[in-house]
């Protein structure tokens, strides 16, 4: 039984900063990739960074220079460092794992951002 949990949201000022952190429960085989998502009131969940096993990271252009993915591949955590947060940042976010054996999901932490 794999569960991914999340942590570090918040409520932040504009320009502030966060930490998130993912990190699976159980033993998950394989894992090829590991990824943040998230979700805005009345909009689509969109990807907002991906890690791939090897390292290799892409980031959505909204966030480019301001935030970074990273991952822990013994522990089995990935982190999203955000600064300079905007309002429009705010957002439910989530992580997802990729492996051969299946997709697992976080169930979403809070980003808030506002004066």
């Known amino acids: 039984q794999v569960q991914l949990v999340e942590s570090g949201g918040g409520l932040v000022q504009p320009g502030g900063s966060l930490r998130l952190s993912c990190a699976a429960s159980?033993?998950?085989?394989?894992?090829?990739?590991m990824a943040w998502y998230r979700q805005a009131p009345g909009k689509e969940r969109e990807l907002v960074a991906g890690?791939?096993?090897?390292?290799?990271?892409n980031h959505v252009d909204s966030v480019k220079g301001r935030f970074t993915i990273s991952a822990d591949n013994a522990k089995n955590t990935v982190y999203l460092q955000m600064n300079s947060l905007k309002p429009e940042d705010k957002a439910v976010y989530y992580c997802?794992?990729?492996?051969?054996?299946?997709?697992?999901w976080g169930q979403g932490t809070q980003v808030t951002v506002s004066s």
């Open positions: 997802n794992f990729k492996s051969w054996g299946g997709q697992y």
């Open positions: 159980g033993s998950i085989t394989s894992i090829y990739a």
């Open positions: 890690i791939s096993s090897s390292g290799r990271t």
